[in-house]
């Protein structure tokens, strides 16, 4: 007889390990016994040589369905004589390693529940056990029991206490576990925050049918639902909301409702119908049955399917699409309290479906796109959220990264597993950076993390670096922006460089005191050098050029045609002059190689948009209008110092418009040529430096136009290349690079000169 003790670390609470140790215990004839506390799953075993090799070959290999087991270590101890095997009480402590799970699906065990009559959760709007429901959003603290939740308040009737205490059970610690004697209630109120009589399910079914629109709590925060087939009602949803022209989400009722929605492949079908149940955006069917306002200028459409029981309740009752997007208004963060969302959204909403089951932590809903099979995250938050993203290089000093402005994400990391944050949104405001600051709080009270070194970027004025610059008690590491896009892709596919790396984003500040923004850098994950870039050009008023993407034409044109600018639609003589004046005095005109400028200019230029209502619309609607059969591209020059000239591609677009040439033909052109220059840089760069693996990275590359002629031609050139997919390429991934690239200074022989006190 031998006896062992037993640490598993990794995914292992909250996702049915005990029972499923418990059975592997009956299996194998082992006693002893298993439990939860801070560190994971800790258990000690007794019994033959064979029966606890077999027993731990089971541990690591046969694990449940959302477990994810990171680490098995063993220690020989004395056997005692142990009979019997059990489960005991969990445990707390200081050192905090447990991973706390993602929100999870409706399992198809609770869904069949929900569907019988005879079943006492028949129509039970928060059924779920080990295998699925809430996890993340409703976790106060760890070790993962159910008084460190926001189920605290629930007391367990008879029935639930009895299965929640059956190890054979799946519901034997499920902590959300509940029924309707002792579970949340759900209601129905009025805009007024009245109650409505009946049945809230079928009201709220009822009064979307009739073109309504309905504030419902979901698991990480509101949504505002609205039919998605009635125009008048997403117009009406779109002026309150303030949201004029970003695209909505539609909610199917199943696989087959939302394949009459968009075209599907394998990759998006198994997205849709896993435990994470993102938005899949994929291309919209001409015949879709939605409003054509509900993703205006744009050919594909966001679709998710149910994921809580709520949602296939009504998504049931109601047998037809319906938009659910974000219950917030234009450019605050998603509302996940009661009071504030009554408070907030009772200008927008008809009425509100919700229950009493707290929100603890804000998550919106996860965005993703398919590219050649696999998934590309666009928005990694609920139902991805927290799982770690594991890195092959350990990180010497626990590290928190503060990530970019924009769709802000926030990491913390330690040994070799890294946690970027839920989606936070953009840093403008006191609600979003108050969500930011709760966030890192509770990420590293989750997971015991205490930074030692924080990562920031370089902008002076992002509030995520003033937040950094304000803490005195760490490390400070300042990480160029691009370095840390290209670095971050370089850590999803969990490779160390160097490689020549592809940034095109909007902006980002440069080691030069230029806004940069379509970079070639030598990099690695400790250092990059700037190889290359698009040709800079001012931005007439600054941000102004942002919202205003006519103002990057009359930039880009200024420089090609001088006072002989072409008459083309964008030309306005009334605005023209001042922007033109801007860009040559360089007032209030700074430089920038953006390479999400460049899309801008050439948007306006073709007459697709100058103006936007939302950060990306003018290069999305632009991407939208590709002809994918033309293969016609704008040449564009390559200086010696391998800077590619925009303005041939703006020119280009230019005389093709003044020809008549439809905007589609002009918005491949430009694709195709932009993607055709960028290939030769870096096989220019190839010659040079002998690297022969690209990375790609920065939110341009969310447009699969652009990625898919970049990929094919590098790839025909022989090049290995590199492209996100755990997480996003966009500023969403910013957080993870900074994190990885503070740990490989902090590695370098000289990293603490280098880190400044």
Known sequence: ???????????????????????????????????????????????????????????????????????????????????????????????????????????????????????????????????????????????????????????????????????????????????????????????DGLPVPGDPITTAAAWLRQGRILAIKGLGGYHLGVLAGHARAVAALRARKRREDRPFAVMAPDLTAAGALVHLEPEAERLLTGVRRPIVLAPRRADAPVAEAVAPGSRDLGVMLPYTPLHHLLADRLARPFVLTSGNLSDEPVVFEDGDALRRLSAVADGFLLHDRPIHVRADDSLVRVFRGRELPIRRSRGYVPAPVTVPWPFPRPVLACGAELKNTFCVAEGVQAFPSHHIGDLENYETLRSFTDGIDHFCRLFGVRPAVLAHDLHPEYLSTKYALDRHDIDLVGVQHHHAHIASCLADNGYGGPVIGVAFDGLGYGEDGTLWGGELLIADLAGFHRAGHLEPVPMPGGTAAIRQPWRMAAAYLDRIYGDAVPELPIVRRDRWAAAVALARTGVNSPLTSSAGRLFDAVSAVAGVRDVVSYEGQAAAELEARVDPAEPGAYPARLSDGLVIMGSDLVRGAAEDVLSGVPVERVAARFHNGLAAATVLAVRALRERTGLRTVALSGGVFQNMVLLERMVSGLEQDGMRVLVHSRVPPGDGGISLGQAVVAAARDRSADARQRIPD
Request: proline residues 7%; hydrophobic residues 40%; charged residues 20%.
């Open 1 to 191: 007889m031998r006896r062992i003790r037993v640490r598993v670390q990794g995914l292992v609470q909250g996702v049915g390990f005990r029972p499923f140790v418990c059975g592997l215990a009956g299996e194998y004839g082992v006693a002893g016994f298993v439990g939860n506390d801070s560190g994971g799953v800790f258990i000690e075993a007794e019994g033959l040589r064979a029966a606890l090799d077999g027993f731990l070959a089971a541990l690591r290999h046969q694990a449940p369905p959302l477990a994810m087991v990171e680490r098995v270590t063993v220690e020989a101890a004395e056997p005692i004589g142990e009979a019997g095997f059990r489960i005991v009480r969990s445990e707390g402590g200081a050192a905090r390693q447990a991973l706390v799970a993602p929100d999870t699906a409706t399992c198809a065990d609770c869904l069949a529940e929900l569907a019988d009559p005879a079943c006492r959760r028949y129509r039970h709007p928060f059924t779920n056990c080990t295998n699925c429901g809430p996890r993340f959003t409703i976790v106060t603290g760890v070790p993962y029991d159910r008084h460190t939740t926001t189920m605290a308040g629930f007391a367990l009737c008879a029935a639930c206490e009895r299965e929640y205490h059956d190890p054979r059970d799946r519901r034997f610690h499920a902590q959300p576990v509940c029924c309707p004697a002792c579970g949340p209630a759900l209601r129905m109120l009025g805009a």
